[in-house]
């Protein structure tokens, strides 16, 4: 089964209000004059190459694009993309992304972070930035360590991890960026990998198209501290039978020929031989369910070997977004109110001294 | 019976209650009547930080002080003329304020055993001797309420509620208080519930019947109209000033206003009161946290917006690292620090001066941030216009300095021409020919352009890292890092080109000592100087509006003295930068008690001071 069949509708409603542009784009256009200075081989050479072929798709005006990014490897993003771009602190691009959206509903707005700076440092921003839903597309390349500070282990790292600061093993157990996103009321989840263009291209592509705060988790190589993290899911051998693409509103049967499918079993789901049970127990995905469950039951199905990682979009919902609640609730009391700064200043008790009386 | 009415030219009155006895609106509520009456006043609010401390104790005691006069005034007043006790905890916790003589108002129904074995009175003081170097009026003001409140159909514990009511309407009655403001402000504030608003009408209009029949009050007050400028005033307090000024400012240069902000006392009522005005298109947004306030600010400032965050001094310690970034954008956004007790949590609802060395050097690196102080509640109207103007400018963050006391306080306000606020430009960037260089600086301010999103030809790429000269692109060369450090001070150290020259307030013209100040001690030092000049000794009086940069004669006026004298409420933050720029042997007098200077104990310190002084 192809990876690249991951479809959602894409009407752009969430790209609604911001400009288009009159001339037909090429990835090129994206391209900024900048050396690109991460390490030779690395994943986010990839996903950097998907994100300028695909967003010439949109046709949006560049200037109304912007990227922002907080402190890590993959957080040097913005210096490579010809919009607009701001590379700020460890941890705060969503809030930071927050205030501009919210302000600015002509632009489009996105988020380039990582597993360290979104879910260590930054996890504070980021569940609130899903849960408040402002007009966001959040990248997280997951790469399962800390690569710019040069290879401790983070909170996407599998427990017992020998690195540099965990010599005997890490203690702590990972966080589940899916999960975690899902936890946090995110209208919009999706998971993808580095390593196929076609896919990744998909679930940016309905990225780009929810309103609202979407989180794409990437799994991303790290070559230097983390190298073949994700093998197990890109390994001809072992992907057919790990790898588990979402396709909304279709059964989830996967491996050569659909050999493997994921059904219920006391209330959890797991995976069994599709040939071992009857075709309707199969689970059919449904990522537009308002209630989470099913995306959550999914998002936990894989072990900490990463066997039977399910990638695709998870959940896709419609939930008004904050900043065209407080776009309304400004053009309401605009409409409503009255802006007279005299009136304002004035208040509602004033007394007058005459000229007459002065001093 | 005919009731002798007594002149006076000014009054302080304390209002001590409960934290649950509405002193706080009653107080208030006074204020306004005595603000439209004309009289000037001065306002001291002072109360706990929890919310509802336990009922009858010591720690839960919450006051309101106002000093009104019919002459202008400039400090909410030393020691209470009159103290409303509305139980025994309020009279112990306030009567050490009580000279001897003056007047006390005391509930007498709330003088049980249980509520005196509460703060330690081992017998009832309204019946032994303790008060008698005090002329004590008992009033039985919860069972008066009730015995008012009885058609109301309010239980009785509802109608004991209105006692602040009660109370209100015999001072106001004792002051000659007009009533219209408090009347309508009583039916607003309960329009959804008319038996209350019928209940607190009927209350304050029996503490005000109450005060004309009977014979324990044989005396009422009149306090004429101070003689003020020309104009038309309101009462206002500081936070409510400076939202106005916030609001003027983002009409002045038409830029939406953006605030990003974390709940903080004192902080907060900024907050509540910019969500209020989105028909100015004020845009308002409750972050997750204090980082995230400003962070939010930064990447609206970013977009083109007037941007905003307020917080306190433990909430200024989080947002360093997003101020650092906001030096290193060189974007124009305002940080409010409306400064309490420290250190760490300290005294929330307490005022102090101690956060100018934060806001002087809290960052890494070499950071420097412009400061402006506010002066009075109505000045952080003015303040915050000139907080934007230096961030417009100079295209830097700017902190506005202002504290607890005159958050809330309040004093008459003279509302400003609008067509005479100062004029305020963005001048965002505009594509040319050229290639767009995000770090060309304006020759004269070395402001960069603010290049907005939504503008073609001026993607641009911008961030923390040390940026080259002109190009904005990453650089680590030394030359260029030591050139950009250079830059940042030379463009916050130019902003003092823009100060005008400073206004020292010396009548003699003789004055060989200099009282300098910032902030919120401006009224009492203003006071103090008065006094010691009436005393014989002439001093100058020189307020601070500028804090970094210093405006450019400071240092020649200062020189120019025999003596600087530099009272702060912190361990002398504003003299030790002063020491180390001019090498003046600033004189400190320091308090860092959680309360506003005293007139009178600061008369006393500048007096002795003076003592030791040729004048
Ligand atoms: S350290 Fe790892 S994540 Fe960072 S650039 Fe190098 S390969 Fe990529």
């Known amino acids: ?359 | 019976m005919a009731k002798q009415v007594q002149q006076l030219d000014r009054v302080v009155i304390r209002f001590a209650g409960d934290s649950g006895d509405g002193m706080q609106l009653a107080g208030d509520q006074f204020t306004s009547e005595t603000a439209v009456f004309g009289n000037d006043l001065s306002t001291l609010p002072n109360f706990p930080a929890e919310i509802r401390a336990p009922a009858g104790t010591l720690p839960g005691v919450s006051s309101f002080q106002l000093h009104f006069a019919d002459h202008e005034i400039t400090t909410p007043g030393d020691a209470p003329d009159v103290l409303v006790a509305m139980n025994p905890a309020a009279l112990k916790a306030n009567l050490p304020d009580l000279p001897a003589g003056r007047d006390i108002i005391v509930n007498s129904d709330e003088f049980s055993a249980r509520n005196l074995a509460k703060v330690g009175y081992a017998s009832n003081p309204l019946d032994n001797d303790a008060l008698d170097s005090w002329r004590v009026h008992k009033v039985a003001l919860t069972s008066m309420t009730i015995e008012a409140l009885k058609d109301t159909g309010l239980g009785k514990k509802e109608a004991a509620r209105a006692k602040n009511m009660f109370a209100l309407g015999l001072l106001s009655w004792m002051y000659h208080r007009p009533t219209d403001g408090t009347l309508r402000f009583l039916e607003k504030k309960f329009a959804k519930l008319p038996q209350v608003a019928a209940a607190n009408v009927a209350a304050f209009r029996a503490g005000w019947n109450y005060g004309e029949t009977t014979e324990s009050f044989g005396v009422s007050y009149e306090i004429k109209p101070a003689v003020m400028k020309p104009g038309v005033y309101r009462n206002i307090s500081g936070n409510l000033a400076l939202s106005y000024g916030l609001i003027a400012a983002s009409r002045r240069s038409g830029l939406p206003l953006f605030l990003g902000a974390y709940p903080i006392t004192p902080a907060s009522d900024i907050l509540h009161e910019l969500s209020k005005h989105k028909a100015f298109g004020v845009r308002t947004f409750q972050a997750e946290d204090e980082i995230a306030g400003i962070g939010a600010a930064l990447g609206a400032a970013f977009g083109g917006a007037l941007a905003v965050t307020t917080t306190s001094g433990p909430g200024l310690a989080l947002k360093s690292e997003t101020i650092g970034l906001a030096v290193s954008l060189e974007l124009p956004l305002v940080i409010c620090d409306i400064q309490r007790g420290g250190p760490s949590t300290g005294l929330p609802t307490k005022t102090e001066q101690t956060d100018l060395l934060q806001a002087m050097f809290g960052r890494n690196g070499e950071a420097p941030v412009p400061i402006v102080a506010a002066q009075s509640p109505g000045d952080c109207f003015d303040a915050a216009i000139e907080a934007v103007r230096i961030a417009l400018t100079y295209r830097t963050p700017v902190f506005l300095l202002s504290d607890g006391y005159l958050a809330n306080g309040s004093e008459p306000w003279s509302i400003p021409d609008l067509d005479r606020l100062p004029q305020l430009t963005a001048d965002f960037a505009v594509a040319t020919d050229e290639p767009f260089l995000p770090y060309e600086r304006d020759p004269e301010t070395l402001a960069r352009p603010w290049a907005v999103p939504g503008t073609a030809g001026l993607e641009h790429r911008i961030g923390g890292l040390e940026k080259a000269d002109k190009t904005g692109e990453i650089s680590y060369d030394p030359a260029n890092h030591a050139l950009m450090v250079g830059l940042r001070q030379s463009k916050v150290d130019r902003i003092a080109q823009s100060i005008p020259p400073l206004q020292v307030d010396d009548p003699s013209g003789v004055a060989r000592v200099v009282v300098l100040g910032w902030g919120s001690t401006h009224g009492v030092i203003d006071a103090a100087c008065h006094r010691v000049r009436r005393r014989g000794i002439p001093v100058a009086q020189l307020h601070l509006r500028h804090l970094n940069p210093f405006p450019a004669d400071l240092g020649g006026l200062l020189r120019s003295y025999d003596r600087v004298v530099l009272p702060e409420l912190n361990l002398g933050q504003l003299a030790l930068l002063l020491r180390a720029r001019y090498l003046v042997d600033v004189i400190g007098i320091n308090q860092v008690s959680g309360m506003p200077f005293r007139a009178a104990d600061l008369e006393d310190s500048l007096w002795d001071i003076l003592q030791g002084v040729d004048t």
């Open chain 1, 1 to 359: 089964m192809s990876l690249d069949s991951v479809s959602l509708d894409v009407d752009l409603r969430a790209l609604a209000g911001v400009p288009k542009t009159e001339v037909a784009q090429k990835a090129k256009d994206f391209k900024t004059d900048q050396e690109v200075r991460w390490c030779p081989g690395c994943g986010d050479y990839v996903i950097l190459a998907a994100v300028q072929g695909f967003l010439p798709e949109l046709g949006l005006r560049r200037e109304n694009i912007v990227f922002v990014s907080g402190i890590g490897c993959s957080s040097r993003f913005p210096y490579y993309m010809n919009t607009f771009g701001l590379h700020s602190i460890h941890g705060r691009a969503p809030a930071i992304a927050s205030g501009l959206a919210a302000s600015r509903p002509d632009l489009s707005v996105w988020v380039v972070t990582g597993d360290g700076d979104a879910l260590s440092i930054g996890g504070n921003h980021l569940i609130h930035a899903l849960r408040r839903n402002v007009n966001l597309t959040i990248l997280l390349f997951n790469n399962r360590i800390y690569g710019l500070t040069k290879g401790q282990y983070s909170p996407t790292s599998e427990i017992g991890k020998i690195t540099k600061s965990t010599p005997m093993g890490s203690l702590d157990f990972p966080f589940n960026p899916v999960s975690v996103a899902l936890g946090a009321e995110a209208t919009f989840v999706a998971r993808t990998i580095d390593s196929d263009r076609a896919h990744l291209t998909s679930v940016l592509r309905a990225a780009a198209a929810h309103e609202g705060t979407a989180l794409v988790e990437i799994y991303q190589n790290c070559n230097i501290f983390n190298d073949g993290a994700f093998d197990s899911l890109k390994d001809p051998e072992t992907r057919g039978q790990w790898l588990i693409p979402l396709e909304h509103d279709a059964p989830i049967r996967f491996g050569a020929d659909g050999s493997l499918c994921v059904v219920r079993r006391d209330g959890d789901l797991c995976v069994v031989r599709t040939d071992s049970v009857d075709a309707a127990e199969v689970v059919v995905h449904d990522a537009e369910a308002d209630n989470p469950s099913l995306a959550f039951a999914l998002s936990r199905l894989p072990g900490q070997d990463l066997r039977y990682t399910p990638v695709g979009v998870f959940r896709s919902v419609r939930r008004p977004t904050y900043d065209r609640l407080m776009a309304d609730q400004i053009a309401q009391a605009e409409l409503t109110g009255d802006a007279d700064l005299g009136a304002l200043l004035r208040g509602q008790d004033t007394w007058t001294v005459p000229a007459t009386a002065s001093a």
